[in-house]
Structure formats: structure tokens, C-alpha cells
């Protein structure tokens, strides 16, 4: 397994939060926790969005970055998930992370300080160094797109 030092800053309405944590040896993900006060916390409607606080910063390295990523217990329980998945940090992004929160299910969702409401996966990035050119080269699969490959295929003669 191997590891990249990433630095983490709490900002003051977060200092009394965990850091962000994998939840078992195994996760891919670290769980980013809702810096929302403890004395407001966000109601989101069904069929309503919000952007919820994380209270921490962080300084990825080079060349990486981070995923937002909905927790798959919030959206099978409440379909609950994160609008922009994966939403995306950048490396030299160094505000605070926040995660915006879409509730596709029927009733509202509240969203307490401290709750569990998103994963964080550090991964790395490649920067492409484009090439223009009038072919591209054939391939089986040429143009086909959407469902093209396998199951739920579109009929083309209707």
C-alpha cells in the first residue's frame, strides 16, 4: 500500500471535528465530516441541494488530486449523494473543502454537525499534452457511444 503525506488544516469552526479517517484498513476513501453548527443544522428537502462545510483545508501534492465522493450508506438509507460526483480537488486548491449535498429521496434529510457525509479518495492526475490532428485512429468501437458496448444497447432500426 502506499502513502502521500497530505497536510491538513482545521479552521476554526472545525477545530472540535475529527480529521477526516478511513473507517477500516481497507477504505479508499477518508470520511469528511459536517462542519455545520451545532445549533443549525441543514435541512435538505427532497429534491433540494446544499453546500455543507467540511471546516478543513488541505495541500495536496503535486500531481494528485482529491474525489468527493458520496458515502454509500446515505445514498441506499436516505438517496442522499453528492451532486457533482466525483467533485474534485485540486492540488493547489487550498480554501475549504465543501460538499454539495443533492437528496433525491422523499422525505427531508438532516444534516447534523459531525455527520459522516462524504468520502475523500486521493488519486493521482496526469497532465495531457494535446496533439491536434485531422484523423483518429479506427478502432472496433469507433463512434459508438451510450450504450453501444453491451446491455441496453439502442436499437438503431427503432
Request: glycine content about 12%.
Amino acid at each position: 500500500m502506499s502513502r502521500v503525506e497530505v497536510k491538513v488544516m482545521r479552521l476554526p469552526h472545525g477545530k472540535d471535528l475529527p480529521l477526516p479517517s478511513y473507517q477500516t484498513a481497507g477504505s479508499a476513501g477518508l470520511d469528511l465530516y459536517a462542519a455545520v453548527p451545532a445549533d443549525a443544522p441543514v435541512t435538505i428537502p427532497p429534491g433540494g441541494r446544499a453546500m455543507i462545510p467540511t471546516g478543513i483545508a488541505i495541500a495536496l501534492p503535486d500531481m494528485t488530486e482529491g474525489q468527493v465522493r458520496p458515502r454509500s450508506g446515505l445514498a441506499a438509507r436516505h438517496a442522499l449523494t453528492v451532486l457533482n460526483t466525483p467533485g474534485t480537488v485540486d492540488a493547489d486548491y487550498r480554501g475549504e473543502i465543501h460538499v454539495i449535498l443533492v437528496n433525491f429521496g422523499s422525505e427531508s434529510f438532516v444534516v447534523a454537525r459531525g455527520s459522516r457525509i462524504a468520502q475523500l479518495v486521493i488519486a493521482p492526475t496526469l497532465h495531457a499534452q494535446l496533439s491536434e490532428t485531422e484523423n483518429l485512429q479506427e478502432t472496433t468501437r469507433g463512434t459508438g457511444g451510450f450504450g453501444s458496448t453491451g446491455e441496453g444497447m439502442i436499437d438503431k432500426n427503432g
